[in-house]
C-alpha cells in the first residue's frame, strides 16, 4: 500500500527530509529505534484504533465512519511529513483501523505497525549509513 501510494502522489521530498533525520545511524540509535517502534506501534493503535475508534463509533453507530474518523485524525497527527504523507498514512490508519474492526482485537495491527517501523527504520539507517539514501 505505501509504495502503491508512492506511485499514485508521486516523491514526497517532504517526508524523504523528514524521515532522513529520523533515522538511526549509529547501533545505538537502532536500537533505541527498535524499542521507540514497538512502543508507537502498541500506543498508537491503542490511541487510534483503540480509544478513538471505539469513541467514534460511540458516536456514529457505524463501524465505516468510526473508522474513516480515526483515520483522519491519524493522518492529520502525521502531517509533518507533508501533505502526501499525511494522504498516505490517512489511508494506512484506514486500513488498520478495517483489520481492528475485522479482527475484533488490537494485537494484529500492533504487531504489523511495531514491524514494519522497525524493519523501515533498520533498512533507512543502514541506506543512510552507506550513503544510499
Known amino acids: ?64 465512519a468510526a473508522v474513516v474518523l480515526q483515520a483522519l485524525v491519524f493522518g492529520a497527527a502525521h502531517l509533518y511529513q507533508g501533505w502526501k504523507g499525511a494522504v498516505t498514512i490517512t489511508v494506512y490508519g484506514a486500513l488498520f483501523g478495517a483489520l481492528a474492526v475485522w479482527r475484533k482485537s488490537l494485537r494484529p495491527g500492533m504487531i504489523q505497525h511495531a514491524s514494519q517501523d522497525t524493519f523501515t527504520g533498520i533498512l533507512g539507517g543502514i541506506a543512510l549509513r552507506h550513503h544510499m539514501f
Open 1 to 64: 500500500m505505501l509504495i502503491g501510494m508512492h506511485f499514485i502522489l508521486g516523491r514526497n521530498n517532504q517526508q524523504v527530509e523528514a524521515t532522513k533525520m529520523l533515522l538511526p545511524r549509529t547501533y545505538s540509535e537502532m536500537a533505541a529505534w527498535v524499542a521507540l517502534s514497538v512502543t508507537a506501534g502498541f500506543c498508537e493503535e491503542l490511541i487510534f484504533r483503540g480509544y478513538l475508534q471505539r469513541q467514534f463509533l460511540a458516536l456514529t453507530g457505524k463501524a465505516q
